[in-house]
T-cell receptor, first 113, second 113 residues
Framework: AQSVTQLDSQVPVFEEAPVELRCNYS??????LFWYVQYPNQGLQLLLK??????LVESINGFEAEFNKSQTSFHLRKPSVHISDTAEYFC???????????FGTGTRLTIIP | DAGVIQSPRHEVTEMGQEVTLRCKPI?????LFWYRQTMMRGLELLIY????????DSGMPEDRFSAKMPNASFSTLKIQPSEPRDSAVYFC???????????FGPGTRLTVT
C-alpha cells in the first residue's frame, strides 16, 4: 500500500529566504506525485504534479519539486519565499492508474517578516 | 467554471441532530470524493464515487455516516445522529478520468455541541 511521510510538521522561514519542504513516499509500483497548498480557511489547491517525463516540475508561483525515484522523495523548494506563501502544504501520492490519493500529514509554512 | 461547490459553509448543530452536507462537483468530472479534516487525524478519505456509484467507503467511520450521489451533479453526506466528535471540516473534491488531480471545494465546517 502507498504511504506518504512529511517529516516536518512546521517550518518557520524568514521572508526572502529559501525553503525546502520534505516529502517521502512508499509504494511498490509506479506513482504519481502531487503537492497541494491550503491557505487559511480554504480548501486544498493543486500546486504542482509529477506524472511522467521530466523529474523537475514547477508551479506558476516559483515553487518547484523534483521526483527522485532512488530516494523515493518529492521535496518542494522555493528559492525566495514571500509572506503570501504562509499556508499548509500537503504532499500526496497515487499509484499510477489509481484515482485515490494518499495525503501526508501536512507541513505548516510560516514566513517571518 | 465555478469549481466544486459545497453547502453550507458552516453548520452548528446539537448532538443527536441529523446533518446533511451538500456538494456539486465540477461539470464533466467522473469522480467525487468526500474527506474529513481534523487537527488530530489530518485529512481522511471517507468515500468516493465513480460515475455516481460508490467505489470505496472503507473510510466511513460508522453507520451514522452515509453518502449518496443521485446524479452526476450532486452528492450528499449525511450524519445521523451527530456527535461532538464529528466536529471537523468536511471537503468534497472531484476529478476526471483523464487528469489525476483532484479539485477541492471550500469545505463545510461542522460543529456539533
Amino acid at each position: 500500500a502507498q504511504s506518504v511521510t512529511q517529516l516536518d510538521s512546521q517550518v518557520p522561514v524568514f521572508e526572502e529566504a529559501p525553503v525546502e519542504l520534505r516529502c517521502n513516499y512508499s509504494s511498490s509500483v509506479s506513482v504519481y506525485l502531487f503537492w497541494y497548498v491550503q491557505y487559511p480557511n480554504q480548501g486544498l489547491q493543486l500546486l504542482l504534479k509529477y506524472l511522467s517525463g521530466s523529474t523537475l516540475v514547477e508551479s506558476i508561483n516559483g515553487f518547484e519539486a523534483e521526483f527522485n525515484k532512488s530516494q523515493t522523495s518529492f521535496h518542494l523548494r522555493k528559492p525566495s519565499v514571500h509572506i503570501s506563501d504562509t499556508a499548509e502544504y500537503f504532499c500526496a501520492v497515487s499509484e499510477s492508474g489509481n484515482e485515490k490519493l494518499t495525503f501526508g500529514t501536512g507541513t505548516r509554512l510560516t514566513i517571518i517578516p | 467554471d465555478a469549481g466544486v461547490i459545497q453547502s453550507p459553509r458552516h453548520e452548528v448543530t446539537e448532538m443527536g441532530q441529523e446533518v446533511t452536507l451538500r456538494c456539486k462537483p465540477i461539470s464533466g468530472h467522473d469522480y467525487l470524493f468526500w474527506y474529513r479534516q481534523t487537527m488530530m487525524r489530518g485529512l481522511e478519505l471517507l468515500i468516493y464515487f465513480n460515475n455516481n456509484v460508490p467505489i470505496d467507503d472503507s473510510g466511513m467511520p460508522e453507520d451514522r455516516f452515509s453518502a449518496k450521489m443521485p446524479n452526476a451533479s450532486f452528492s450528499t453526506l449525511k450524519i445521523q445522529p451527530s456527535e461532538p466528535r464529528d466536529s471537523a471540516v468536511y471537503f468534497c473534491a472531484s476529478s476526471s478520468n483523464v487528469a489525476y488531480e483532484q479539485y477541492f471545494g471550500p469545505g463545510t465546517r461542522l460543529t456539533v455541541t
